[in-house]
């Protein structure tokens, strides 16, 4: 039996945030650049607690997100994602340290590619990912987006 998918549209600082999913989780959380997106009046009950805690980690008062994901991808991107998870809010490590966490220095392109193809924006926290020389670099939500997103997770 396939479940409905269900779409809704917040308005971020960072712009308008696709969500998507259904009672058995979502399925992505994206930002868009889509001028003519406006958010949705009314969100589906299976959407409403991701808006809000999207809302909330934005409004700086949640660090962490308690949300039921459905996951799709490769065994080897959904290793890259669960450890993208256990990096904390306010923290960030290296491609080179993310490749090193899942056990091959090697992997360290795939990883990225990985990284970079996380249907989960801000939830599995990609944007933490950066340079071995701590610069910021890859973001397919673009590179201002990731300096404000690591900007707003500083404890400084």
């Known amino acids: 039996m ?7 549209y917040i308005q ?33 009950d299976s959407l409403a607690t991701a808006a809000i805690q999207l809302q909330e980690y934005f409004a700086g008062k949640r660090t962490t997100f308690e949300l039921q994901l459905n996951i799709r991808g ?33 992997s360290i392109r795939a990883a990225a590619a990985a990284n970079g193809q996380n249907p989960f924006w801000i939830v599995v926290p990609c944007h933490r990912v950066i340079g071995s020389d701590g ?13 404000w997103l690591l900007e707003h997770e500083s404890p400084y």
Do not use: C
Not at 2 to 8: D, G, P, S, W
């Open 12 to 44: 971020t600082p960072l712009g308008i945030t696709a969500i998507k999913g259904n009672e058995h989780g979502l399925t992505s959380v994206s930002v868009r650049d889509d001028k003519n997106l406006v958010p949705t009046e009314v969100l589906p």
């Open 2 to 8: 396939i479940m409905e998918l269900y779409q809704a």
């Open 74 to 106: 490769t065994d080897f991107q959904k290793s890259v994602w669960q450890e993208l998870l256990r990096i904390p809010y306010g923290k960030t490590i290296s491609y080179l340290e993310l490749a090193r966490r899942l056990g091959d220095v090697k």
């Open 135 to 147: 610069s910021l670099t890859g973001y397919a939500g673009g590179l201002w987006r990731k300096k």
